[in-house]
């Protein structure tokens, strides 16, 4: 009786989602086998070629609608960020934007009318930093690439 108390614990606390899954659709087609057959033997062997599979599948589903809720999850919390942006800050993503990358050097940003004060907001925020380039010798700013791409994919949809 221990033996049946240890093994139905173990099945209540597992916390893989794929084997609950598996353990209870098999049990279900194992009990019907068996109700309509009338031969455990059978039902013994459904169980064990429809667990395993069933476990790959939900396993797999699972890991997929995890991801993907993860993935909604950074998209809302960009487009907060995005939206977030003053004016100012958003002139200086468009800036990168525009000329096609995350880099700008510093004498490009110099060029540019930017606002030093949404520069310096973007990099308390951490979206923008400095950095050297690979020649060892120029510097840099560095915008984040998830805020690039949105901000590109933005600009995408209001040209079209």
């Known amino acids: 009786m221990e033996t049946l108390e240890k093994w139905a614990e ?4 597992e916390s893989d989602f794929g084997r609950g899954v598996a353990t209870s659709i098999s049990g279900a087609i194992g009990l019907s086998t068996y109700l309509f057959f009338n031969d455990w033997v059978i039902a013994l062997f ?22 993907r809720a993860q993935q909604k ?7 907060c960020t995005f939206n977030g942006l003053t004016e100012h800050e958003k002139l200086v993503v468009a800036a990168f934007v525009d000329a096609g990358g995350t880099t700008l050097t510093f004498s490009q940003i110099n060029r540019l009318d930017l606002s030093s004060a949404a520069i310096e907001s973007l990099v308390q925020r951490e979206l923008l930093w400095t950095s050297v380039m690979s020649d060892g010798m120029t510097e840099s700013f560095v915008l984040d690439m998830a805020l690039f791409d949105k901000a590109l994919s933005a600009t995408n949809e209001s040209a079209h």
């Open 46 to 67: 459904s169980v064990m070629i429809s667990f395993p599979i069933i476990r790959i599948a939900a396993s797999s589903s699972y890991k997929w609608n995890q991801d």
């Open 73 to 79: 999850s950074i998209e809302r919390a960009l487009e």
């Open 10 to 13: 173990r099945i209540y606390s």
